[in-house]
């Protein structure tokens, strides 16, 4: 429980017990300090204090060692405690000056005033407590939760999306007075302040990114305004018929709601485009339809300027000059997870050796370089996708870190993994700095390497992410695909929210961007209007355990606080307001889309890379269903590895763990992005086939059996061995209609199939 609270929640302190169950405190504070805890963890340099019944000067340099910061043997006295724990708190503890400043930006604690280059700057409550906190603790990360413990009492009761709310308040104040974002989001942790050297160097070249970047925009925004020019202008229509009907005194509650909405709907997407001032006028607009009294004749006047006014913005718009909002973004790379090769840089040959063993039945090409000028060579004629170094070469001017200069210097592309035999944290600081992606420790298994080394190359090796994106405008639809297309996003637009459930679905999205209001109306049978807004659809989202922890973001050109606590308190994970900034749209993506991908890190077991049971039972319910829906066949396939303990028993665990993580990358390059494949538990795994019938299922599995069976396995020792699989296959509706039903079935055929001999898939009897 100790390292699970370690590993979300900061702490100023650890206070450790030595003697506990299942985790002892060596252990932990190990694994706090060495590659085992995340690089996200907020407490790998929290001082930690060691309590222990045992005085042994032994145990105390074992404490120490494992990177405890003091030691203290009970029974002890409670005041020494207190001491002790004074004395590691003032080691961090900074002399706080009256005045904080980052650069031209200053705060007078005393006078209560933030200035920045002699002009004032008018903040909230909170924003001037945030911002001072910040600035007075400037190499702390704040987390959401961290916040509202210090700057909100007991009696009150935010969310943390009203935190996220006050932040983006302060950040707009400070950018409207010409201060650079002096805030960094640090992922899955919350905030700090950002160094102001970096943010200076990087100032130049942003303005250089941003010219560059309104030329290479200006042609695809002008297609996408020049297609739904005419749209915007229909709109307009609607609003000149509203104000015709209430200058005529026929203006009816419906035609009403119709110009709110079609108003509403111009102020964000207008704004997207770079019209604010048209974006600004069709807000004063709106704020004159919605007056539930009759306007008196002065106020029809400024109606109908407003909307000649409109007319013109939009008429007279050609994108040219609007263009310096957007960035440009490269796309991101999809390589392929096969045949990776891996550069292993030691001098110890044997090892050298064990680990190539190891990665080639982990699916990499292995070359050795026993020295640090044979490593430079082949990295100057071979392509290598990711390099394991050793620190230590005693018969070289040189070592590790030379090299490691050199890759970041000439090859940052190409993750580093450190190796070594000494637990130097000067050596740690100086490869973090050269970009290592991580840093192991000797002695250490060739499969714990490994493992590692798969996980750092995974995130480049990730399919491409879907999002749906639901808007009833067209045009901003267009708009957002023209912002999120370059980085290889799979995309679904929908601006029907009546077939919201059937596309959520059909497309499983890894990430859903809505709208808090639409324009579309459905009509029931009886010709009544229903209005369907962005927040009932994330309600409906959160209700279903299958979907209830899927990243939303809210698009809406309200900025007030209450709809955007509205927002969180429905369940988004964040909100942005319109018009788009095309760079925060797309950082805010990629954040939620990381998000989700450590999250289902959670469900996705570590070994095979497949679903975890959970996981994959919540998928083949959903994919069931909707076979069923669209009477499409469904299969569902039991498999389990044969003899499987022998190979444990004979070959260790180890190769054990070898054998299951291959057939893990056989099963999920052999079948469909849209099938499920699970680890059902030990050696028995799982595969939901939609839109196949038994007969093509028992196809495919055949050819996943010869696959796999003709692999040869390697073991430590130089030996060749093989595996092979049983399986059972069933299909809806022939052998169940529900899952459980299925379950049962297939796994009567898997047994047949291990009783005729193995090695071989079964179909199941229609008559058991």
Aim: hydrophobic residues 40%; charged residues 25%.
């Amino acid at each position: 429980m100790g390292w699970n609270l370690a590993e979300v929640y900061p702490y100023d302190l650890i206070l450790l017990d030595v003697m506990l169950p299942k985790l002892d405190g060596i252990s932990f504070c190990q694994k706090l300090r060495t590659n085992q805890s995340s690089l996200l963890n907020p407490n790998r340099e929290t001082p930690v204090i060691l309590m222990t019944a045992l005085d042994a000067v032994t145990n105390k340099v074992i404490g120490l060692d494992a990177g405890a910061d003091d030691y203290l043997a009970k029974p002890f006295d409670m005041n020494e405690l207190l001491a002790r724990i004074r004395a590691l708190l003032r080691r961090n503890q900074k002399t706080l000056s009256p005045l904080l400043s980052w650069g031209d930006l200053s705060l007078n604690p005393n006078s209560c005033e933030v200035i920045y280059q002699e002009k004032p700057i008018y903040l909230a409550a909170k924003e001037y407590e945030i911002l001072e906190l910040f600035l007075r603790y400037p190499e702390q990360i704040f987390s959401t939760s961290r916040l509202l413990d210090r700057l909100w009492t007991s009696e009150e009761f935010p969310s943390e999306g009203a935190v996220r709310a006050h932040i983006k308040g302060l950040r707009q104040k400070l950018k409207k007075a010409g201060v650079a974002d002096i805030l960094e989001t640090i992922y899955k942790q919350g905030y700090r302040l950002k160094d102001q050297e970096v943010v200076n160097e990087k100032y130049q070249e942003d303005i250089n990114q941003l010219e560059y970047n309104s030329i290479n925009e200006t042609s695809e925004l002008k297609a996408v305004w020049e297609k739904y020019r005419q749209s915007y202008s229909d709109r307009l229509t609607i609003l000149q018929q509203a104000i015709d009907a209430i200058k005529n005194g026929t203006f009816t509650p419906t035609q009403q709601q119709e110009a709110e909405r079609e108003a509403h709907t111009l102020i964000g997407s207008l704004g997207c485009f770079g019209l604010e001032t048209a974006s600004e006028i069709s807000r004063q607009i709106k704020q004159l339809i919605q007056q539930n009294q009759a306007l008196k004749p002065p106020e029809i006047t400024e109606l109908e300027q407003l909307l000649t006014q409109l007319k013109e913005e939009i008429e007279g718009y050609g994108c040219e000059n609007q263009i310096n909002q957007i960035e440009y973004l490269p796309s991101i790379p999809n390589i392929s997870s096969l045949s990776l090769s891996l550069l292993i840089v030691d001098d110890d040959l044997p090892l050298a050796q064990q680990m190539a063993i190891e990665a080639t039945n982990w699916g990499f090409r292995a070359k050795i370089a026993v020295n640090l000028q044979a490593a430079e060579e082949f990295l100057s004629d071979h392509h290598f996708d990711v390099i394991l170094l050793d620190i230590n070469f005693p018969d070289s001017i040189k070592n590790g870190l030379d090299f490691l200069a050199i890759v970041h210097n000439h090859y940052p592309k190409i993750p580093v993994v450190m190796l070594t035999a000494e637990n130097s944290f000067i050596q740690r600081v100086e490869a973090a700095r050269l970009g290592s992606q991580c840093f192991l420790q000797k002695p250490i298994s060739p499969a714990e390497v490994l493992a590692t080394i798969t996980q750092i190359i995974q995130p480049v090796n990730q399919s491409v992410a879907k999002l749906l994106i639901v808007d009833d405008d067209p045009g901003l639809l267009n708009l957002l695909t023209t912002l999120l297309e370059p980085s290889n996003y799979h995309l679904t637009l929908l601006n029907q929210p009546e077939k919201f459930w059937e596309t959520l679905e059909q497309t499983a999205p890894d990430l859903l961007i809505l709208d808090v209001e639409f324009s579309v109306i459905q009509k029931s049978e009886k010709d009544t209007i229903n209005y369907w807004s962005g927040f009932d659809l994330c309600q409906v989202v959160r209700s279903d355990s299958r979907w209830n922890r899927l990243p939303i973001l809210f698009l809406s050109s309200h900025n007030d606080l209450e709809t955007i606590q509205r927002g969180f308190t429905v369940g988004a994970d964040d909100f942005l307001t319109k018009p788009i900034v095309p760079t925060e749209l797309i950082t805010r993506v990629r954040t939620r889309l990381e998000q989700r991908k450590l999250w289902k890190l959670t469900e996705i077991d570590a070994l095979t890379g497949l679903s975890l049971r959970r996981k994959a039972l919540q998928d083949l319910t959903r994919l069931l269903q909707l076979a069923q829906r669209q009477q499409q066949p469904f299969s569902l396939a039991v498999l389990d590895l044969d003899h499987f303990k022998s190979v444990n028993d004979q070959y260790g665990h180890e190769m054990g763990d070898q054998v299951l993580n291959y057939f893990g990358k056989i099963l999920n390059q052999s079948f469909r992005q849209e099938d499920v494949v699970g680890r059902w538990g030990g050696e028995e795994f799982i595969v939901g086939m939609y839109g196949t019938d038994k007969e093509d299922g028992m196809r495919k599995l055949v050819q996943v059996l010869q696959q796999f069976s003709q692999y040869s396995f390697t073991s430590l020792d130089g030996t060749r061995f093989k595996v092979t699989f049983s399986g059972g296959i069933v299909q809806t509706p022939d052998h169940g209609q529900d899952l459980q039903t299925l379950y049962q079935k297939a796994d009567i055929a898997l047994y047949q199939a291990k009783a005729e001999g193995r090695n071989r898939i079964c179909s199941a009897n229609l008559n058991k």
